[in-house]
């Protein structure tokens, strides 16, 4: 098996490791370092459920190779909220925005990726913020509602 | 997923080395929204993945003597959001805009678009239209050719497997040229094509147009310009729709699409009148 050396910085602490060069970022952090917050839906980058920011741009990491992440800045869900619950998870909460959860990691990442750009996004900017993410059980109403909520659109 | 070597070259002359050495054993990586799927469902045969996305040399968008310079590893994000192609490249923003979701617009790169030479790449018709050109280098060569000698057919370009796209060259958007990017897909997220079209007319007075450029995607094994259209638009001036549907009326003459999984045959060339039919009434502002 052929292997390669990383070096990146996830989540705010650095990891140095040696590792497959055949595998996805995904598959890194689910079954490598054990960080299931990340969550993998179709594996090839409809859903979004796999998003997590690579030095501040959403990506699906099902479609990064773990040999383009070496001397990145990468940012999961777990690093989201390091310091606790974050407004946007909250904002998801108080909507009811989520039912099974399993697209909500990558939901929230595409939130934050979106607010970063775009602090105060409309109806319509939030849908294509979104679009990247697919929810099987809400309709994505309150997922909405949710961002409009995070951004400060709501109380 | 298969075993491959994977390589990095650090600069652009060391990745056209590479390109020499593994010739048609490799496969450039770039953005990787189609080259990863691909490899995890077994699908490349080749043995080297050559990374080429953090060449500086390959990236960056720039403008000099009227025309736009793209670096093929640019990102379609990076193409959205450049205050260069917003302002001199509209049409091209306006396609890229409509390719996958944010989440593909922030890894997938134009070169990638052009290089899979998809029918169904979005960037492509707008490109078409544009006239735009290609550089394109090897070891100890440099040339430039025509968009209408770069597709070959479908997955196919004459870049040759020693070589690698330099830059993608096109002419500054006049202000006397008025266009549309329009695409059917199933939705208007994360959907591939069924049929596109790119239009830039140029105007002579009133709806009168001395030039005008139509191409269509995803209706054709290569994406090339539909001239017959072309022609009746600039033959009269477009103000009724009559003689704006006997135009784009031309398209079902023009486009060769094949039936898949998206559509038929005899759909895709039904629509892709209608697409440009449409398109023109709402670009023209002639209401119905």
């Given at each position: 098996?052929?292997?390669?050396?990383?070096?990146?910085?996830?989540?705010?602490?650095?990891?140095?490791?040696?590792?497959?060069?055949?595998?996805?970022?995904?598959?890194?952090?689910?079954?490598?370092?054990?960080?299931?917050?990340?969550?993998?839906?179709?594996?090839?980058?409809?859903?979004?459920?796999?998003?997590?920011?690579?030095?501040?741009?959403?990506?699906?990491?099902?479609?990064?190779?773990?040999?383009?992440?070496?001397?990145?800045?990468?940012?999961?869900?777990?690093?989201?909220?390091?310091?606790?619950?974050?407004?946007?998870?909250?904002?998801?909460?108080?909507?009811?925005?989520?039912?099974?959860?399993?697209?909500?990691?990558?939901?929230?990442?595409?939130?934050?990726?979106?607010?970063?750009?775009?602090?105060?996004?409309?109806?319509?900017?939030?849908?294509?913020?979104?679009?990247?993410?697919?929810?099987?059980?809400?309709?994505?109403?309150?997922?909405?509602?949710?961002?409009?909520?995070?951004?400060?659109?709501?109380? | 997923?298969?075993?491959?070597?994977?390589?990095?070259?650090?600069?652009?002359?060391?990745?056209?080395?590479?390109?020499?050495?593994?010739?048609?054993?490799?496969?450039?990586?770039?953005?990787?929204?189609?080259?990863?799927?691909?490899?995890?469902?077994?699908?490349?045969?080749?043995?080297?993945?050559?990374?080429?996305?953090?060449?500086?040399?390959?990236?960056?968008?720039?403008?000099?003597?009227?025309?736009?310079?793209?670096?093929?590893?640019?990102?379609?994000?990076?193409?959205?959001?450049?205050?260069?192609?917003?302002?001199?490249?509209?049409?091209?923003?306006?396609?890229?805009?409509?390719?996958?979701?944010?989440?593909?617009?922030?890894?997938?790169?134009?070169?990638?678009?052009?290089?899979?030479?998809?029918?169904?790449?979005?960037?492509?018709?707008?490109?078409?239209?544009?006239?735009?050109?290609?550089?394109?280098?090897?070891?100890?060569?440099?040339?430039?050719?025509?968009?209408?000698?770069?597709?070959?057919?479908?997955?196919?370009?004459?870049?040759?497997?020693?070589?690698?796209?330099?830059?993608?060259?096109?002419?500054?958007?006049?202000?006397?040229?008025?266009?549309?990017?329009?695409?059917?897909?199933?939705?208007?997220?994360?959907?591939?094509?069924?049929?596109?079209?790119?239009?830039?007319?140029?105007?002579?007075?009133?709806?009168?147009?001395?030039?005008?450029?139509?191409?269509?995607?995803?209706?054709?094994?290569?994406?090339?310009?539909?001239?017959?259209?072309?022609?009746?638009?600039?033959?009269?001036?477009?103000?009724?729709?009559?003689?704006?549907?006997?135009?784009?009326?031309?398209?079902?003459?023009?486009?060769?699409?094949?039936?898949?999984?998206?559509?038929?045959?005899?759909?895709?060339?039904?629509?892709?009148?209608y697409l440009l039919y449409e398109s023109l009434l709402n670009l023209l502002r002639i209401g119905g």
């Amino acid at each position: 098996m052929k292997t390669i050396k990383i070096n990146f910085v996830l989540n705010g602490e650095e990891i140095v490791d040696e590792v497959p060069v055949n595998i996805t970022l995904l598959d890194y952090l689910r079954d490598y370092l054990r960080l299931t917050g990340t969550k993998e839906g179709c594996g090839k980058g409809e859903c979004g459920a796999c998003t997590v920011i690579i030095n501040g741009r959403s990506v699906n990491s099902c479609m990064v190779l773990i040999p383009q992440v070496d001397g990145k800045n990468v940012l999961t869900i777990e690093g989201l909220s390091n310091d606790g619950v974050t407004e946007i998870q909250e904002a998801f909460v108080e909507e009811g925005a989520i039912q099974c959860g399993f697209c909500t990691p990558g939901m929230v990442m595409s939130t934050y990726y979106l607010l970063s750009k775009n602090p105060h996004p409309d109806e319509e900017e939030i849908r294509e913020g979104l679009s990247g993410n697919l929810c099987r059980c809400t309709g994505y109403k309150k997922i909405i509602e949710a961002v409009k909520r995070a951004s400060g659109g709501k109380k | 997923m298969k075993e491959f070597e994977y390589l990095k070259p650090r600069d652009l002359n060391e990745a056209l080395f590479f390109a020499r050495e593994y010739k048609h054993r490799k496969k450039f990586l770039a953005g990787g929204t189609d080259l990863i799927v691909r490899l995890k469902d077994n699908l490349i045969r080749e043995d080297y993945i050559i990374d080429i996305g953090e060449i500086k040399e390959l990236k960056g968008i720039e403008r000099k003597n009227g025309e736009i310079y793209i670096g093929p590893t640019t990102t379609h994000s990076e193409i959205i959001e450049s205050q260069i192609t917003k302002k001199y490249a509209p049409l091209l923003v306006e396609a890229v805009k409509t390719i996958g979701s944010p989440q593909i617009r922030n890894r997938g790169t134009i070169g990638g678009n052009v290089c899979n030479a998809s029918p169904a790449g979005d960037s492509i018709p707008a490109l078409v239209i544009s006239g735009a050109r290609f550089v394109i280098k090897s070891l100890d060569n440099e040339r430039t050719i025509d968009i209408k000698d770069l597709f070959l057919g479908p997955g196919k370009t004459s870049i040759g497997d020693d070589e690698i796209l330099y830059r993608i060259i096109i002419p500054e958007w006049k202000e006397n040229e008025i266009g549309f990017f329009n695409k059917l897909g199933q939705r208007n997220a994360m959907s591939i094509s069924i049929a596109s079209v790119a239009v830039k007319l140029e105007r002579e007075e009133g709806n009168k147009f001395k030039k005008a450029f139509v191409s269509f995607g995803a209706v054709s094994p290569v994406v090339n310009r539909a001239t017959r259209c072309e022609n009746l638009l600039t033959e009269r001036e477009l103000n009724s729709k009559d003689y704006i549907f006997e135009a784009a009326s031309c398209a079902v003459n023009e486009v060769n699409p094949i039936t898949d999984v998206r559509a038929t045959r005899e759909y895709r060339r039904e629509v892709s009148k209608y697409l440009l039919y449409e398109s023109l009434l709402n670009l023209l502002r002639i209401g119905g």
